[in-house]
């Protein structure tokens, strides 16, 4: 499980003390590295390198292809848990140098590289001129399809890519820096992830501006997935200095769900790391001892319930010293893809995690339902319905990923009709017929949808177009000169007609100059939609039945839209929240 994947009340937390701990003690490091770090554009920048883990690394999963089903035995206690003084800070030390991964080139040379660097300043001189964050934004992308062609001219490549993070980071873009980043080291040997941390400190240092949104859900996502994968290596050193660039600029994060969001993430993050920490004095034992029970225990709980690995923590708990999580591990490693055995194997999770409390139990419960959704379809009758049952009633894990939709528009390829604009970091739409733009994202399958908008000028439809089994769909909201909200098309009705009834009628929907949310709430079962945290309207669908009226229609049939009808809008925030599953960026 993810380290954003959990919600907590933090305030006073040790964990949040010691995170912070780790956290005053990383950055005076990691900003010294940022301080020598030059201006890609115009130095010999040189990839920064990661320091040493601080823990520890796991050891390999036990084989125990040959283990039989034990004998029940008593569970002894748990091993103590370390109070947050006895944490120590993680040391910071350079890393011995990684050989070369296969397919992977060596950084060029400081003479072709800067003979690149010349001819690329000569090439993009005028988009250099342009410092603004829209500019720096599309010279990014400009740069990382350059980049993807001169791979028969590695100086020339190393110098895009590099190039691309920079202007990416002056557009205070990490999604398009990471994007970078993640290119840059699969070509040459560069460190992705202390090239990441780098551009996030120059991001998240930089003052926030309206033309320059440093603190926006895009940044703050892309943040969070790094973190969570620092954390997944045990690279908690590296994990905690990106932390601290998020913390330095939390006070300028407007939106309470995204502050909140990063406390929350701090707090999960500090809670594993102590955590892995305890298991220091279990695995120097079982490097002594592999068949340790209680070692073995230790770590397959803590892979299992604290991280989610399970296929990493089963053969650990399968040698360990509980007798229930023993059978049940060892039945599992041992596989069997027969319906009625692996939903015999859930209901032996289920009946575990009534034994258990808190997240470990949560943790179990849903390791579960991923056995009965995997059984299910094999299953018939009263049996079938009582696992649909006990997945109704398990807590879904919560992915809590957040798409910054306005972060991702290009003018010149998303804005499909209308007269639009982006200005300073929101669009704007002036009154036109069916304007409207296309977010180059493919949604899960289920999310949320929110935009915040005002009305300026007009009384008509605004219109988040939703995505659901390849089948797009609006929420209209004050259509029919304001005096309609609901979704369509429903069965080819609009819903200002009667066999639609999701239309909800009023003598006016909206006023001009106020500002409104709206979400649209997509779930397998049905779609909802709110304004200003208000259930207004819903329909039980597969979506079938479910279809866009063709004035409406994107260029795509499953991706999102939005836009307006001879209504002026200004919308400042679109976001979608991941639910089950994960979208796709599109570019």
Not at 54 to 83: C, F, G, I, Q, R
Not at 85 to 109: D, F, H, I
Not at 200 to 208: G, N, R
Not at 393 to 399: E, L, R, V
Request: proline share 6%; with cysteine.
């Amino acid at each position: 499980m993810s380290v954003s994947h959990r919600m907590y009340n933090v305030a006073g937390s040790p964990a949040v003390t010691v995170a912070l701990i780790c956290i005053c003690l990383a950055w005076p490091l990691f900003a010294g590295g940022l301080a020598r770090a030059g201006n890609i554009f115009d130095d010999d920048w040189t990839p920064p390198k990661r320091a040493e883990k601080a823990v520890a690394p796991l050891l390999p999963p036990p084989d125990v292809s040959n283990s039989e089903t034990p004998e029940p035995v008593a569970k002894p206690p748990m091993p103590p848990v370390a109070s947050p003084e006895a944490v120590a800070a993680p040391p910071a030390r350079l890393p011995p140098p990684s050989p070369l991964k296969e397919g992977r080139l060596p950084v060029p040379g400081k003479t072709s590289t800067a003979q690149s660097r010349k001819l690329f300043k000569e090439v993009f001189s005028e988009q250099l001129k342009d410092r603004s964050v829209p500019a720096r934004r599309k010279l990014a992308q400009a740069l990382l399809n350059y980049a993807e062609k001169a791979k028969d001219a590695p100086a020339d490549e190393f110098v895009l890519f590099t190039g691309a993070i920079e202007a990416a980071e002056e557009g205070a873009s990490l999604r398009l820096s990471f994007s970078a980043a993640e290119k840059l080291a699969k070509a040459f040997d560069v460190d992705e992830f202390a090239t990441k941390v780098e551009a996030a400190a120059k991001v998240w240092s930089a003052p926030a501006t309206p033309a320059a949104p440093t603190a926006s859900v895009a940044n703050v996502q892309s943040t969070f997935d790094v973190i969570d994968q620092l954390a997944s290596e045990d690279d908690f050193a590296a994990a905690t200095a990106l932390e601290a660039s998020l913390q330095r600029a939390a006070g300028s994060i407007r939106d309470s769900d995204l502050k909140s969001a990063v406390k929350n993430h701090l707090h999960d993050l500090g809670s594993m790391r102590e955590a892995r920490e305890r298991l220091g004095p279990g695995l120097e034992k079982l490097k002594q001892l592999p068949d340790d029970p209680a070692g073995n225990f230790a770590v397959g709980a803590y892979l299992c319930f604290t991280r989610g690995q399970w296929e990493k923590g089963l053969p650990f708990l399968a040698k360990g010293d509980d007798a229930v999580m023993k059978a049940l591990a060892s039945a599992e490693v041992r596989g069997n893809d027969d319906s009625v055995a692996v939903a015999k194997l859930a209901d032996g999770w289920w009946d575990a995690a009534a034994k258990m409390a808190g997240s470990k139990r949560t943790a179990v419960l849903q390791h579960a339902a991923a056995l009965y959704r995997k059984s299910v379809d094999g299953l018939s009758g009263l049996r079938r319905l009582s696992i649909e049952k006990r997945l109704n009633d398990i807590p879904t894990a919560t992915a809590a990923r957040r798409i910054d939709l306005l972060e991702m528009l290009d003018p010149a390829l998303d804005f499909v009709g209308g007269r639009l604009r982006l200005e300073d970091g929101a669009l704007a739409c002036d009154i036109s017929d069916v304007a409207r733009v296309e977010f180059p994202y493919t949604p899960p399958e289920e999310y949320d949808y929110r935009v915040s908008f005002t009305i300026t000028k007009g009384s008509e439809a605004v219109s988040q177009i939703c995505s659901a089994t390849d089948r797009q769909f609006n929420w209209t909201f004050g259509g029919w000169n304001n005096t309609i909200t609901g979704f369509d098309l429903i069965q080819g009705h609009t819903c200002e007609q009667p066999g639609n009834t999701t239309g909800k009628r009023s003598k006016r929907w909206s006023v001009n100059g106020q500002r409104y949310t709206s979400v649209v709430k997509v779930r397998k079962s049905g779609v909802e939609g709110y304004i200003n945290d208000q259930l207004i309207s819903s329909w039980k669908t597969d979506y079938s039945d479910m279809s866009l009226h063709t004035g409406w229609e994107l260029r795509r049939s499953n991706t999102l839209g939005f836009g307006a009808y001879q209504t002026a809008i200004q919308c400042d925030f679109a976001e979608v929240i991941e639910v089950t599953g994960h979208g796709k960026t599109l570019r």
